[in-house]
T-cell receptor, first 116, second 111 residues
Framework: DAGVIQSPRHEVTEMGQEVTLRCKPISGHNSLFWYRQTMMRGLELLIYFNNNVPIDDSGMPEDRFSAKMPNASFSTLKIQPSEPRDSAVYFC??????????????FGEGSRLTVL | AQKVTQAQTEISVVEKEDVTLDCVYETRDTTYYLFWYKQPPSGELVFLIR??????QNEISGRYSWNFQKSTSSFNFTITASQVVDSAVYFCALSSDKIIFGKGTRLHILP
């Protein structure tokens, strides 16, 4: 069974450009999470969805970040315009149905973003 | 406020030694979950274990064991007879109304 699939694996872009990261969760999982990982701040929860509905986006750094989940099998995280401080590894994770925060997270391989 | 502290930033041990990774958490919730995840050099985080706040039984899985003590708000992870393949960053996480990760402990197993 396929795991969480993220694309692209690596993205290098210039400051000011729009970046779109994509995620396909595991089929049947009801919850989807976007995390950002940096050396300084560790793993930060940006936003999470339950049944395709955004539940809490308080972790999104600023208005330049937006996330959508148009259906149960696809989510995007967009940064517009991108800045060098957005450079990080962005992880998508999904979790099976049940308690929203009680299930284990299944992580994708991450998208490494470098903004020059 | 919720908090997870992994005081050990980096640990190095020689292969076959036992090693314990510490995790201390803070929460006011009575119902919560604790997790450990492994992040090998490949980068993908892998789930290792989950415990709910009402289950203080220790658990053993092969060379891995976990010690959950509510009295000290700790959920420590021990690897017995460590192997080079255990080299990774290990994260402890706390979950109630949000999932909070510790900063991780980088474990080096030296051959």
């Amino acid at each position: 069974d396929a795991g969480v699939i993220q694309s692209p694996r690596h993205e290098v872009t210039e400051m000011g450009q729009e970046v779109t990261l994509r995620c396909k969760p595991i089929s049947g999982h009801n919850s989807l999470f976007w995390y950002r990982q940096t050396m300084m701040r560790g793993l930060e929860l940006l936003i999470y969805f339950n049944n395709n509905v955004p539940i809490d986006d308080s972790g999104m750094p600023e208005d330049r970040f937006s996330a959508k989940m148009p259906n149960a099998s696809f989510s995007t995280l967009k940064i517009q315009p991108s800045e060098p401080r957005d450079s990080a590894v962005y992880f998508c994770a999904s979790s099976p149905s049940g308690t929203l925060f009680g299930g284990e997270l299944f992580f994708g391989e991450g998208s490494r973003l470098t903004v020059l | 406020a919720q908090k997870v502290t992994q005081a050990q930033t980096e640990i190095s041990v020689v292969e076959k030694e036992d090693v314990t990774l510490d995790c201390v958490y803070e929460t006011r919730d009575t119902t919560y979950y604790l997790f450990w995840y492994k992040q090998p050099p490949s980068g993908e985080l892998v789930f290792l274990i989950r415990r709910n706040s009402f289950d203080e039984q220790n658990e053993i899985s092969g060379r891995y064991s976990w010690n959950f003590q509510k009295s000290t708000s700790s959920f420590n992870f021990t690897i017995t007879a460590s192997q080079v393949v255990d080299s990774a960053v290990y994260f402890c996480a706390l979950s109630s109304d949000k999932i909070i990760f510790g900063k991780g402990t980088r474990l080096h197993i030296l051959p």
